[in-house]
């Protein structure tokens, strides 16, 4: 089913899941899915790696898990160092495996690159990309945008209108990057509705795992770790255990008020850690996404 409709008709909860980087890995993420499964995720997701096995790996998983574990996928996929017609391949791929969605990304530069080049002959931007798909297949699309303005964007208004753009060219929904300030995502939602983006936004929710892991990624995205959480960090930094525990309790918070905001939904960075979203999704008991008794 395209998660276009279970949004027309639900407020979703997803949970996002990373390949491994070898294949004996991959039993470790379908349990992880597994975990998650008794509440009730309306789909879950798979990235897209850097390139060669990992890649072949989220066409797998996302097979698997739509086929024995009866769950609704999207697979990542991104325009790092592909032509256009190897992507069309993965698209073929996973249109003949039954996939009926995707969310279609740029990607990263690869590690030590600061700047993204495009492929030869291949995509520059998601825009393009989701153009690509629109015209070719009959995927559910969805695309990411950023609260916190993308880290290469110029200007908010700039990265605004390159979502804008997204949205134009097939984008059904939109799912933010991680955020841990709530006022960044509603300040985007109305910058966006003013801008004219009328599909869903979906905010995406990183429960806190390990202080440098967090410090690390935020740095990464331009994501910004509000003083107050800041300083928690500093005085649980190590001891894995009280902030994975913070992690929870934040996000549990942060959750509790984009969900009685009236969100279309939240979607979890799982990072293959079930434990902290079961415990979020405990915490809130959401209708529908109860888990078990
Ligand atoms: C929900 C979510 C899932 C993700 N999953 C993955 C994944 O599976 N694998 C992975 O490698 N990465 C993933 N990422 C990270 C993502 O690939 C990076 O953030 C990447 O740097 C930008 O991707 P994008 O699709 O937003 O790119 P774009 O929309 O192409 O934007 C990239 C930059 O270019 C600018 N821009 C966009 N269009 C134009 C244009 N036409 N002209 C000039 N400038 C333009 C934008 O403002 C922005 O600064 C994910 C991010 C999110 C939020």
């Not at 072949?56 to 999207?74: C, Y």
């Not at 600061?114 to 070719?136: C, D, K, Q, Y």
């Amino acid at each position: 089913m395209r998660i276009k409709e279970i949004l027309d008709d639900t407020r979703t909860i997803s949970c996002e899941f990373f390949p491994p980087r070898t294949e004996d890995g991959i039993p470790a993420v379908i349990r992880a899915v597994e975990r998650l499964k008794p509440y009730s995720p309306d789909f879950v997701s798979v990235t897209y790696g850097a390139g060669g096995s990992t890649r072949a790996f989220t066409e797998q998983i996302t097979t698997e898990i739509k086929d024995q574990n009866d769950l609704e996928v999207m697979a990542h996929l991104t325009c790092v160092g592909q032509a256009k017609e190897e992507i069309h391949q993965v698209l073929e791929r996973l249109d003949e495996a039954g996939i009926e969605n995707v969310i279609a990304l740029r990607g990263d530069p690869p590690q030590g690159d600061t700047e993204f080049v495009p492929a030869e002959n291949g995509f520059s931007h998601a825009s393009e990309l989701i153009e690509h798909i629109r015209g070719n297949f009959d995927f559910g699309i969805a695309a990411a945008c950023y609260p916190e303005g993308h880290v290469e964007s110029k200007s908010l208004d700039t990265d605004l209108e390159y979502a804008r753009l997204k949205v134009e060219k097939g984008a059904e929904f939109l799912i933010t990057q991680l955020f841990y300030d709530n006022e960044d995502f509603f300040d985007f939602t109305r910058r966006a509705e003013k801008a004219g983006i009328d599909v869903p936004v979906v905010p995406g929710v990183l429960p806190i795992l390990n202080a440098a892991q967090i410090r690390r990624f935020t740095s990464l995205c331009g994501a910004r770790i509000p003083h107050a959480l800041d300083e928690q960090l500093d005085r649980y930094a190590d001891d894995d255990r009280a902030v994975r525990d913070l992690g929870v309790e934040y996000a549990t918070r942060q959750v509790e008020e984009l969900w009685a905001s009236g969100v279309p939904g939240i979607h979890f960075y799982v990072l293959n850690r079930s434990y902290s979203v079961s415990r979020i999704l405990n915490n809130l008991g959401l209708p529908g996404h109860a888990g078990p008794e």
